[in-house]
């Protein structure tokens, strides 16, 4: 590879946006990495091999997706601003293993695509995520249940130290608990802002989520479990009691969910976010039984 002549090189992407007379779009989070050595983070921590069928996500103006045609077998990206499109017909025409679908992530049928260009085996998503809607799409990965592999992205840095967050710290959350029960996550690097163009506001960090075989604990209703854990962080001021039974989501009494939380050998007056994944599938078995 001659990184003189690819995209991350800021004077080769100058000369493509001036080229295609390319104004970035706010709404669609556009912030273009053009650091090679934050580059072969993402390919080294998502273990991308000649065996491998990668679905980016966002591909942009392809700057990470010719690494990734460079590493994988095969390339599958997926982008929404059909501005970009005749941009990425001309910047990844060298590679014959890529294939660029103009369409929202949040709207296409993974699963079919999974099909069609993998056999259905497991695949590995990478992606430069729009900070505006990392978390739906990271959720709307896992709770489709789609073949993945792993899922390797650039998000900003706060949501990244949220996703690997434990009970009781100040960044443990709905999406800590979400991320974990599907993935083990694991932070791979730290982003400066200036490794993009433009700069966004803030730092931003490269995480890997690696499915797990089959979810880290085991409960009965996985629906039920995450709507207990959505309001129990609803008001994290509020007892776990006081959460669950004002849930719009939830038809649980006080008296229910203290019951169930005595059951647990537990006092009435915990806090949701001192919970961990094991006690949230237990106190979604006991109340699915009332």
């Known amino acids: 590879m001659d990184l003189e002549k690819m995209l991350v090189n800021p004077k080769v992407t100058a000369q493509v946006l001036q080229k295609y007379d390319f104004k970035f779009a706010k709404k669609f989070g556009q912030n273009f990495l053009i650091d090679a050595h934050v580059i072969g983070k993402i390919i080294q921590s998502a273990d991308i091999t000649k065996e491998d069928c990668v679905l980016e996500i966002g591909p942009g103006i392809g700057t990470l997706t010719q690494f990734l045609a460079e590493a994988a077998g095969r390339v599958i990206s997926v982008e929404i601003d059909n501005k970009l499109i005749p941009i990425l017909e001309d910047t990844l025409s060298a590679y014959d293993n890529v294939t660029v679908i103009n369409d929202d992530i949040m709207k296409v049928d993974i699963g079919a695509l999974v099909r069609e260009y993998n056999g259905g085996r497991p695949v590995k998503v990478v992606a430069n995520l ?3 809607i990392t978390t739906p799409i990271i959720m709307n990965l896992l709770e489709k249940h789609v073949p993945l592999d792993s899922i390797t992205v650039m998000v900003q840095k706060e949501v990244a130290l949220r996703m690997q967050a434990g009970p009781g710290s100040k960044d443990y959350g709905a999406l ?3 991320v974990q029960y599907y993935t083990e996550p694991y932070l791979a690097a730290n982003v400066p802002q200036n490794c993009f163009m433009p700069r966004p ?3 931003s960090a490269v995480i890997r ?3 797990y075989e089959k979810p880290s604990v085991e409960v009965r209703d996985e629906k039920l479990m995450f709507k207990l854990i959505r309001a129990s962080f609803a008001q994290r001021r509020k007892t776990l009691v006081n959460g669950v039974s004002n849930s719009p989501e939830l ?3 006080k008296e229910e969910v203290a019951d169930a939380l ?3 050998g537990l006092s009435e007056s915990v806090r949701g976010e001192t919970f961990n994944l094991e006690q949230f599938a237990r106190l979604s078995d006991i109340l699915g039984d009332m």
């Open 130 to 132: 729009p900070y505006y």
């Open 176 to 178: 800590s608990m979400a």
């Open 201 to 203: 506001a803030v730092d």
């Open 209 to 211: 989520l690696k499915l």
């Open 251 to 253: 038809a649980f009494s």
């Open 262 to 264: 005595k059951q647990m």
